[in-house]
């Protein structure tokens, strides 16, 4: 004998139907949102990571039932949060990184520098663009953080914070390819196609 389907309560639908309304009302201004955090963040990928987190915010807290002019209103709010929240980490990020170069002076990120081996050259193209970009015109190429900068049309800060991650990015990735090798230097690396290690150039 078949189970009895069990049919969705009443308020079960509501809340669906409030949620499909509410997402297509917050993506049509979606265009709006995002140039309103581009103008404050003057980065479009800083901007693009924020809307992300207040969309994640957004469905945590719950849309509420109103207007689509009111669940925009409601929206403004909780993209405004996320931005508090934003200035606050990068604060925190700022310090993190002024206290690195107190302590090292202008040498590279260590864990990078000890990790970096034959198989960098092939992996950075594989990260994101502004990734790849950044990685090759400043620890291969030497160029300052605010010679990039300037060439890429934002704000040294911001640079300084792209480089910070992408540095992260591509330290993952070499675990993530070479392995315990990259954990621990690549000092014996057994990457396929290993050469001798490379040393990415000091920031100038």
Request: proline share 4%; glycine share 8%; hydrophobic share 40%.
């Amino acid at each position: 004998m078949q189970p009895k389907e069990t049919e969705p309560r009443l308020d079960e639908v509501e809340d669906r139907a409030l949620a499909e309304r509410a997402e297509r009302v917050l993506l049509a201004h979606r265009p709006r949102f995002l140039a309103s955090l581009a103008r404050r963040a003057g980065d479009r990928e800083q901007a693009e990571d924020v809307l992300q987190a207040a969309y994640a915010r957004a469905i945590e807290k719950g849309v509420p039932d109103d207007e689509d002019e009111g669940i925009v209103a409601w929206f403004h709010g909780v993209l405004r949060n996320a931005w508090i929240d934003e200035v606050r980490r990068r604060g925190a990020e700022r310090r993190a990184l002024e206290r690195h170069g107190r302590e090292s002076g202008d040498a590279l990120d260590v864990e990078l520098e000890d990790a970096i081996c034959a198989c960098v050259g092939e992996l950075v193209s594989t990260l994101r663009p502004e990734y790849g970009e950044i990685l090759r015109a400043v620890d291969l190429d030497g160029r300052s953080v605010a010679d990039v900068a300037r060439a890429s049309g934002i704000t040294p800060n911001n640079a300084g914070v792209r480089l910070h991650r992408a540095r992260r990015a591509l330290r993952r990735q070499l675990v993530r390819s070479c392995g315990a090798c990259a954990e621990h230097g690549c000092l014996d690396c057994g990457c396929h196609g290993a050469r001798p290690r490379v040393a990415l150039a000091p920031r100038a």
